[in-house]
């Protein structure tokens, strides 16, 4: 198994799919010098919008895997220019990663907790009043807010991990929609200062990939299930509503078979990378790239480009690499 | 009642008593539930272990009992000394029965009236003696009648989801409304109450059971008879309370009362319990709960309940040759104590009449083979409904022990678990069957056979839970969207719990409405991978009749319903 999860970036069926995405490794100190160096000083003034952070020496020990999606998620987080950028003093922040079912954190079914954690923490650092982590999830709220680790890691963290109550779902109309013109959706998620959505990067039969469009779903009441018969225009209707202001993908570990629900460890990856940004399509479309996907492959990354909620080409933004 | 009479203070004590265990049966009830994670509260079995009627009638239908139902051996050997005490001091159905009878208006005469004994209580007997006679070849429908099943069950499936809906919906109302003055709103209040209620007593999300109607029908009528008999469950109706009875028709303790200070005012017979007549009619140590009513209300203190030191005391009733038979005793063995244990006076003869008796008996047995020779009966036919949960016994072994207590439905994190009406025929009634439109079998889950008292549905470690099929899915391809509609949906792969998938699809051109073909995603099933845990059926677009359903077909259990060619089968 240990085999599988050091899978090594070159070749094999879980194919280092975005290998040129890291031709150019860049460490912190080595990406503030060369902004401090850069002949365009302005350019350095401009926050980068997406950051991917990958870990040099990728522990196997629980513990340092822990270690190690708190510290990807920090630099990730930190090269966007800190939480600050993202959170005010005072502000309610609603953290959303993926805690759809009932299955450990080896398993990357759902986001891994310590990415969570870290999070939460930087929101109370930038002077968050409140962190509310929670998901509408598939299986049931009881058996996967603390199978996941979620709860544990994240009220840890000083956050609040209340199980969605179902009167508090609100039919809304969603601006500019092309399907779910109105639809319930959770009303202090939407109401919240400051969404945060935290996907994990999983293979999905229909839509390919569950990337962070689709973990907004988990937003959504009623019965998800129809939003299949029209996965790119339903996904693509709730990122363009609920608009997160930041996107951080946990690839530690991904799920590139039988996902969304998993199960089984030959079928988990290492990927051993975080991902942040502040375009949504792109940080999905480096997600997509991760599982060996074009991003032009996935139907609601094309229908999120072509709705201008953001790009396909995260190239062209310029990312930031750092090597941990 | 107790009108500072000597012996008020074991009244009290009873109360006490009564109070305390079915308090601790309703905190049980609560914490049947999923304790994050997999793990079901402590003790929840508790009741079920101290049943007295289901140890006998487990043992004498299957020829097996779990462990933990030993404890009942306990219940019986104190009922040896004590008599029907624990109908008095722990049964929470008779406490609950206790405290609706107290609350029965009307002048005391009625209850002069209604107090003493009636013949019709041998009625209790006769339903022993049916359940005896169909457990001795392996139908054990007790729990229709068992006490702590009956009031379990009503309370799982019919009367904490109505009150869950009910304070729900106040709260649910007053959230929606928000009624207030200026700033000051009323959720501010009543919001945190709603959450302290939700996270300590209510359900999660709202449960919903089918047959709950006649549950809740039967347990309020159960309940309302107390207005016309006081505790005529216990009187009438109760096998345990019967089989309590007849083990403890010659207890240690007894009634002895001095029929010199005796003036026959009945005031006795107004607060009796069970009907077991306390007065000068004669003591009925088979219908006596020892609630000492009787004791704390006799204005003259002619009745008093105690360990009969001497076999001729209370021996008003006794044989005329047995007076002789006990005076040649008391020489022989010396201290009286010990000679009460040897041969304790009989005072009044538990007389069910040996044909009655029999009859019930023959009754019972010959039920058992109209039972097993249904359409259903011995493996002869499988109904497709009747999916059980993991873990569940072959049908036979499973009908020899299950008690119909609803611990598991109660359990189930998903409101999977239903009691059946007639899916398992009459024999089944009330035992568990999954409804895959209301709730699902969750991969990780061993709930229900965790708490299952009588191991009809044997303990399971998480693993073997997953290789166990409790039933084998299907579609329906004429509801199906991408075969019907040619319209995208999958939903039942997507959730499809199994390491490796068990639905597969096919990518074909299907025809669509507009005459274009469009490519789609049709599910196929893997019968091998198929556990038959019906998330597929239950999280399907079409509520009313999935697109795909589970049957029992391939169940691990009744390797005779089996479907795949199989080395082991």
New interface residues.
Partial sequence: MNETLKDPPEGGAGAFACQPVFSRPLNRRRFLASAALAPGALAAAVPPSLAIAHYKAPPSAPEGIAEEARRLTRAAVGALGGMGRFVSKGNVVWVKPNIAFDRRPEQAACTNPDVVAAIVEMCFQAGAAKVLVSDNPIHVPERTFPRSGIQQAAEKAGARCPFMDERRFRAMSLTGAKVLTKWKLYSELVEADCLINVPIAKQHSLAKAVLGMKNLMGAAGGDRGRFHQDIANTVTDLAAFLKPRLVVLDAVRILAANGPTGGNLSDVKRKDLVVAGVDQVAVDSVGATILGYRPADIGYLVEGQSRGLGTTDFQSLSPVRLEV | MARGTRASWLVWLRRASQTAFLLLFLYLFLQTA?H???RPGRGVKLFFQLDPLALPLAWLASHAVAAGMLLSLATLAITLVFGRWFCGWVCPFGSLHHLIASLRPGPAKDKLDTGGYAPWQKAKYYVLAVFLGAALLGANVAGWLDPFSFFFRSLATSVFPALNDAVARFF?WL??ANPGIGPLRVTAASEPVYEFLRRHFLA??QPHYSGNLLIGFLFAGAVALNFFRARFWCRYICPAGALLGLVGKNPLVRLSRKPDACNDCRLCLADCQGGANPNADGWKPAECFYCFNCQSDCPSQAITLGLARDPLVGAGHARPGALQINRTIAVLTGPTWLRSFVKPPKPERLDLGRRRMLASGAAGIGSFFLFRTGALGAGRSYNPELVRPPGALAEDDFLARCIRCGECMKVC??NAIHPTALEAGLEGLWTPVMKMTIGYC????TLCSQVCPTGAIRPLKVAEKQRIKIGLAYFDRNRC?PYAYA?????C?????????AIW?EEVQALAPSGERVTV?QPHIDPALCIGCGICST???F?DRPAVLVSSAGETRNPANGVLLNATA
Avoid: A, H, W
């Fill in positions: 999923d994050p994670i997999d649910g959230y929606d999660l999300r994190p998903t969750e991969y990780e889950c969207l319209r995208s949906c999958i939903v792969e997507e959730q499809c719990p199994t390491p490796k998938k699809f995603k999280k399907c677009v509520k």
